[in-house]
């Protein structure tokens, strides 16, 4: 079946400092990927959506110039958190959609803890 | 606009219960379906779906019934294992390449 692999599963960076996450369709090519981000015990939030070789669409409320989304091929999309800070920790999720109906795969979240 | 109801937990069942999450949703037209599961630290697994009316959705002893005329989706499960506790979502899509709609998400705890 569909895999999408996300990296890293946990970071820990310090104040200031810009992480990258990663997100690979692994057998077959994603058009659209999403990102969500997930505060422990609540749903997933829809930070935004990316098509290959667009640019993102950002949910409202969503900085887009601190949340970087290139989606520069059909099997990989980055997130990339700049000049994090601590109430930027939380689990972030990626998922991909090849276009069809049949649902979107998931990542397996990446754990963002900022000191 | 779109939008997924879900019953809140958590919930909490001895081994070999029958488990039933509601969920209900409001969209126009016939979106598709989704249950998801999401267990400790990691992302969502697609559990079933269902992409029309009355039909079915199925996977490892867990069903759910597209109901148009009630806007449902509750899934169930006849008898629980421990291993089935984690966080179920309902969720819907109204087209491809939309974005999916969730619900809350409902913890389920499976006690031995």
């Known amino acids: 079946g569909a895999v999408v692999s996300q990296h890293p599963s946990r970071v820990i960076c310090k104040s200031g400092t810009s992480v990258k996450i990663e997100c690979r369709s692994l057998?077959?090519?994603?058009?659209?990927m999403f990102w969500y981000r997930q505060f422990p015990k609540q749903s997933l939030m829809l930070m935004a959506t990316?098509?290959?070789?667009?640019?993102?669409?950002?949910e409202q409320g969503v900085e887009k110039d601190k949340f970087l989304i290139n989606h520069a091929s059909l099997t990989l999309s980055t997130l990339t958190v700049t000049s994090a800070h601590p109430e930027d920790s939380s689990f972030y999720i990626c998922?991909?959609?090849?276009?069809?109906?049949?649902?979107?795969?998931f990542g397996s979240g990446t754990r963002l803890t900022v000191v | 606009g779109n939008s997924v109801t879900q019953m809140e937990g958590p919930v909490t069942l001895s081994e070999e219960a029958f488990l039933t999450i509601n969920c209900t949703y409001t969209?126009?037209?016939?979106?598709?379906l989704f249950w998801y599961v999401q267990y400790p630290g990691e992302g969502l697994q697609l559990l079933l779906k269902?992409?029309?009316?009355?039909d079915k959705g199925s996977n490892k002893g867990f069903e759910a019934t597209y109901r148009k005329e009630t806007t449902s989706f509750h899934l169930e499960k006849g008898s629980v294992q421990v291993s089935d506790s984690a966080v179920y979502f309902c969720?819907?899509?109204?087209?491809?390449?939309?974005?999916?709609?969730f619900g809350g998400g409902t913890r389920v705890l499976v006690k031995p």
């Open positions: 998922s991909a959609s090849a276009g069809s109906f049949a649902g979107y795969t």
């Open positions: 057998d077959f090519q994603a058009t659209t």
């Open positions: 990316s098509n290959e070789g667009s640019k993102a669409t950002y």
């Open positions: 969209a126009t037209g016939y979106p598709s």
């Open positions: 269902a992409t029309k009316a009355d």
């Open positions: 969720a819907l899509l109204k087209a491809a390449g939309n974005k999916l709609t």
